[in-house]
């Protein structure tokens, strides 16, 4: 139902990300309304499945946001345990619990509103078979991803990619 010149510009933005972040095919890019606060509650309904919990590494504002978003649809299982009353560092992943049976981790890789940001997250920490989701809204396209180590990557491309 999208006429010819549509489907170009589509193309062509899909295309072009592809190209600039290193995107393998086998991987889906969608551009959706709503900013990435939408996905707060999108992420869990899209890849719950069967389970019943996902892991969050809450480590400021927008992580907790989405952790409480996700709770209205699943058991959020917050690994770190004990998060501080204001996030001025991340704990090490020795010290994260993270359920097993849970269906996705999700982390944010820069919370700007304390200023923290994941330079080198800790991928291993997270299980191989273990789908991981990143909110890159506040540095999406500011620096090179490896995003096959990724299950699902959003963001708000209004800050780094978009008009504002």
């Known amino acids: 139902h999208r ?11 899909r295309d072009g990300f592809r190209k600039l972040l290193g995107i393998p095919a086998e991987y889906q890019i969608f551009f959706m309304q709503g900013g990435a606060s939408l996905q707060f509650s999108g ?6 499945g069967e389970k019943k919990s996902a892991n969050f590494l809450v480590t400021g504002v927008w992580s907790d946001k989405a952790a409480s978003e996700a ?8 690994v770190w ?10 704990i090490g992943a ?12 999700h982390y944010c890789s820069n919370e700007t509103i304390n200023g923290l940001t994941y330079y080198d997250f800790p ?15 506040s540095e999406f396209c500011s620096r090179p991803i490896d995003v096959t180590k990724y299950g699902l990557i959003f963001a708000g491309a209004q800050k780094n990619c978009g008009p504002a």
């Open 94 to 105: 020795d010290k994260w619990k993270i359920d097993p049976e849970a269906a996705y981790f």
């Open 71 to 78: 709770a209205n649809l699943c058991k959020v299982n917050r």
């Open 3 to 13: 006429n010819k010149e549509y489907a170009k510009v589509w193309n062509n933005a």
């Open 81 to 90: 345990t004990e998060p501080p009353k204001q996030y001025y560092s991340i």
């Open 123 to 137: 991928y291993s920490a997270v299980p191989a078979t273990m789908p991981l989701v990143c909110d890159m809204s």
């Open 43 to 48: 992420v869990p309904m899209n890849l719950l």
